[in-house]
């Protein structure tokens, strides 16, 4: 069965830098689209960026866009997220998640939501003032 661990996550302060790991087990990630996601304090789940493993394409969020980084490493079963430039407004718990190929687009996960199949537990991220 697909598993998904977060990693990386911890108290950042206002323009620093942090990189998020997620390690997937149970399948080869060289098939399989990952998307982050996250999820703050009052606020509803949103997508960040993903990659897609068949095309090579990316996408970032309006929010992340030329601070974020997500990159991957197939032999490692590892998708990284580079985050830098952070802001308080990011504080949020950070997911994976791998969309289930041919029945889900990753742009829908958060219709689905964490804590559901498919995700991973998260990392927390808060960023200070």
């Known amino acids: 069965q697909l598993q998904l661990v977060e990693s990386g996550g911890g108290l950042v302060q206002f323009g620093g830098s942090l990189r998020l790991s997620c390690v997937v087990s149970g399948a080869s990630l060289d098939y399989y689209t990952i998307g982050w996601f996250r999820q703050g304090p009052g606020k509803k789940c949103e997508g960040s960026s993903w990659?897609?493993?068949?095309?090579?394409?990316?996408y970032y969020a309006d929010s992340v866009k030329g601070r974020f980084t997500i990159s991957r490493d197939n032999a490692k079963n590892t998708v990284y997220l580079q985050m830098n430039l952070l802001h308080p407004h990011a504080t949020a718990l950070y997911y994976c998640?791998?969309?289930?190929?041919?029945?889900?687009?990753?742009?829908?996960?958060?219709?689905?939501?964490?804590?559901?199949?498919?995700w991973g537990p998260g990392t927390q991220v808060p960023v200070s003032s």
């Open positions: 990659d897609s493993s068949s095309d090579g394409s990316t």
């Open positions: 998640a791998a969309p289930p190929a041919g029945l889900m687009s990753v742009r829908d996960m958060c219709v689905l939501g964490p804590g559901r199949q498919y």
